[in-house]
């Protein structure tokens, strides 16, 4: 009997802290949702919460830009060993443009004398960081340009030395080593706009939206000295 009450007691604890857990992660997430909206709006930011079953996150439109941070479930992903929840957060705008073709910023990439092969790897690694812009990397080849600080955390790629030179401006060397969240970002500024994109975690607190705002303005501000 002492036993069967021993096994209540435990299952009622569970429970209790089961519940309990829930609580506090909720209040944890409405508080941290609550603070990245009050933010976004002392700003003069639109927001648009996005709440939807597959997608959850912020949209927030600035002037000139958009920036989504949102984290998506799929739906149709079956092995429970697995983890279906996917990252991406993407700051646009279509007020930032390269007239010289593409130029791609992204994190440091080894270099590795591996001739053909060495080649081939590059241009899986750029078509990774292009995404569904993997076309656009026809004609891209590493430049170098900036500070010596700037070559040592990422690598610059551009059909044209004078597009990278007219888009890595001193504000933007700035907001590039600036960047302190652990993912660093992959820029794309194309003839149709510009992208700042991660995708390891939500980058959905003020400082880090504040970096990606920074960068994002940086672009823009490119673009108004041209």
Same mark, same amino acid.
């Given at each position: 009997?002492?036993?069967?009450?021993?096994?209540?007691?435990?299952?009622?604890?569970?429970?209790?802290?089961?519940?309990?857990?829930?609580?506090?992660?909720?209040?944890?997430?409405?508080?941290?949702?609550?603070?990245?909206?009050?933010?976004?709006?002392?700003?003069?930011?639109?927001?648009?919460?996005?709440?939807?079953?597959?997608?959850?996150?912020?949209?927030?439109?600035?002037?000139?830009?958009?920036?989504?941070?949102?984290?998506?479930?799929?739906?149709?992903?079956?092995?429970?060993?697995?983890?279906?929840?996917?990252?991406?957060?993407?700051?646009?705008?279509?007020?930032?443009?390269?007239?010289?073709?593409?130029?791609?910023?992204?994190?440091?990439?080894?270099?590795?004398?591996?001739?053909?092969?060495?080649?081939?790897?590059? /241009?899986?690694? !750029?078509?990774?960081?292009?995404?569904?812009? *993997?076309?656009?990397?026809? #004609?891209?080849? =590493? $430049?170098? @340009?900036? /500070?010596?600080? !700037?070559?040592?955390?990422?690598?610059?790629? *551009?059909?044209?030395?004078? #597009?990278?030179? =007219? $888009?890595? @401006?001193?504000?933007?060397?700035?907001?590039?080593?600036?960047?302190?969240?652990?993912?660093?970002?992959?820029?794309?500024?194309?003839?149709?706009?510009?992208?700042?994109?991660?995708?390891?975690?939500?980058?959905?607190?003020?400082?880090?939206?504040?970096?990606?705002?920074?960068?994002?303005?940086?672009?823009?501000?490119?673009?108004?000295?041209?």
């Amino acid at each position: 009997m002492a036993d069967i009450w021993i096994s209540l007691v435990i299952v009622l604890l569970v429970g209790i802290g089961t519940i309990l857990i829930f609580v506090i992660t909720g209040r944890n997430k409405k508080k941290k949702e609550d603070t990245l909206a009050l933010y976004a709006t002392q700003q003069g930011w639109a927001v648009e919460k996005i709440n939807t079953p597959n997608q959850h996150g912020f949209r927030l439109r600035g002037t000139d830009w958009v920036y989504e941070t949102l984290s998506s479930t799929d739906a149709a992903a079956s092995d429970s060993t697995s983890n279906p929840t996917s990252h991406r957060n993407l700051w646009s705008s279509d007020h930032a443009v390269s007239k010289h073709g593409m130029v791609l910023i992204g994190p440091k990439l080894p270099s590795v004398q591996l001739g053909n092969f060495g080649d081939l790897l590059l /241009r899986k690694a !750029l078509e990774t960081l292009l995404g569904d812009n *993997a076309a656009d990397a026809a #004609g891209l080849h =590493e $430049v170098k @340009t900036g /500070r010596i600080s !700037l070559a040592q955390r990422y690598t610059i790629w *551009a059909v044209s030395e004078e #597009g990278a030179s =007219e $888009v890595i @401006t001193p504000e933007v060397e700035n907001a590039l080593l600036k960047w302190q969240h652990k993912e660093l970002p992959v820029v794309k500024i194309a003839p149709m706009g510009a992208e700042i994109i991660t995708r390891q975690s939500r980058m959905d607190t003020p400082e880090t939206v504040q970096q990606v705002v920074d960068l994002g303005n940086a672009l823009l501000g490119a673009q108004a000295i041209r």
